[in-house]
């Protein structure tokens, strides 16, 4: 089988962006983007300079260095999986404890974007706010030694600073994170973070660097020994970190980009004033649909995501919480057909060579259930409308984390705060009411007294009659 590879002599690209958080979205996506416009000879003043905050980051650089920072990435079609080289990196920064590599490679004048992939809990946001959380330990510490930050944002004050002193404009700071308002998040962490220490830089930032809004998606498993396997049967198997993905691709962006931007609409990125309404379609229905699918699955012992679209309940559980309770309060978005999106959802939940988890899909539920559902039950019971079928999603989660399936097989730890999710979880077993005190989760939504009575006899029902019972009892309902 053939490896499609760059088009274009790679020596002769320059860098133009930064980009923080070198994971598998981030290569199947915005890299797989500019690899496209590249190949039609455009832009090529805008290659990538890769960078990452942690220590992890570090295996990730290895392993790319050692292949020149190209990265393999297969397209899983059910007509017939595709393999491509992308080569729009072209270095990948040292990963240094103060970050002193990155901001120099943010402070020159030929970097004009920075973006980012840091995972949806990687801002510091406090979820009962919804606001910047300028107590989180990283940030402390980060306020306290602004000229050797550890996080990504101190970073990016750091080099601001620099070349601000030095008179060259600003860059723009672009999350491809998965966030609601992913724009306006960042500058609050940005400018919120300058302003412990600086705050005079702080109003510098808010007037003068841009944080456009985008709504990015593309599904993009982990990689693992499958993955592996699909690239050595590509012919190369010399690569540890492979990226496979599904064959859809979308991104739309605020064109908000003062320094320059590569011509993304070229190879189909959409540019719009109205990323907030495709950014709301796509995270209460794609991103609630997951969640939705994720916990029965979870305690059905369901592995793949696929599988658990084949089975009849969890199909049905889908259908029927997001055609009453998430689409009804999707507001409209440009040339979309909102019905039709969500068929198309759902075949791609569907297709068997993504071979995405479960578990994936149930990791770090405690900050994505405060993003992707608990805005759909607040939005549902401010109309009066029941969110029945939502507080049973949210009480599978909750049972998810008492850290057995209905077999009894142990769960592994699959969330940042597990054990103390996991005590309360069997704490609630027997007081429900106990895991809607969480008001980091659910806000003002635990003090709703139909929904805590919803989420009670679904969570007591799950524990007494198992998961796929209880599923049935709802959708005969």
Known sequence: MSVQSPRYDRANLKPGIVHIGLGNFHRAHMAVYLDDLFNLGLDHDWAILGAGVRAGDARMRDALKAQDCLSTVIELDPAGKSCRRVGSMIDFLPVEPDNASLISA??????????????????????????????????????????????AFGAIIKAL?????????????????????????????????????????????????????????RITP????????????????????????????????????????????????????????????????????????????????????????????????????????????????????????????????????????????????????PKFIIPSVRDALAAGRSARGLALVSAMWCRYCAGTTDSGAEIAPNDPNWDALQALALQAKDNPQLWLNQRSIYGDVADNAGFAADFTHWLNSLWAHGTANTLKAWLAE
């Open 106 to 151: 943010m402070s020159r004048p030929d970097i004009r974007i920075v973006s980012l992939t840091v995972t949806e809990g990687g801002y510091f946001i406090n979820a009962a706010t919804g606001q910047f959380d300028p107590t989180a330990p990283e940030i402390v510490a980060d306020a306290a030694s602004p000229d050797a930050p550890a996080t």
């Open 161 to 217: 600073k620099m070349r601000r002193a030095a008179g060259v404009q600003p860059f723009t700071v672009m999350c491809c994170d998965n966030l609601p308002g992913n724009g306006h998040v960042t500058h609050a962490a940005v400018s919120g973070l300058a302003r412990l220490s600086d705050p005079e830089m702080a109003d510098w930032i808010d007037a003068n660097v841009a944080f456009p809004n985008a709504m990015v998606d």
């Open 222 to 369: 982990a990689t693992g020994p499958r993955e592996r396997a699909l690239a050595a049967s590509f012919g190369l198997d010399d690569d540890p970190v492979p990226v496979t993905c599904e064959p859809f691709r979308q991104w739309v962006v605020e064109d908000i980009f003062p320094a320059g931007r590569p011509a993304l609409e070229r190879v189909g990125v959409t540019f719009s004033d109205q990323v907030h309404a495709y950014e709301m379609m796509k995270i209460r229905i794609l991103n609630g649909g997951h969640a939705i699918i994720a916990y029965p699955g979870g305690l059905m012992d369901i592995e793949y995501v696929h599988e658990a679209m084949a089975n009849p309940l969890i199909s049905a559980l889908l259908d029927k919480v997001e055609r009453e309770e998430v689409i009804p309060f999707v507001p409209p978005v440009p040339n979309t057909d909102i019905p039709a999106y969500y068929d198309l959802i759902r075949a791609r939940f569907s297709n068997p060579e993504v071979a995405d988890t479960e578990r994936r899909l149930c990791l770090d539920g405690s900050n994505r259930q």
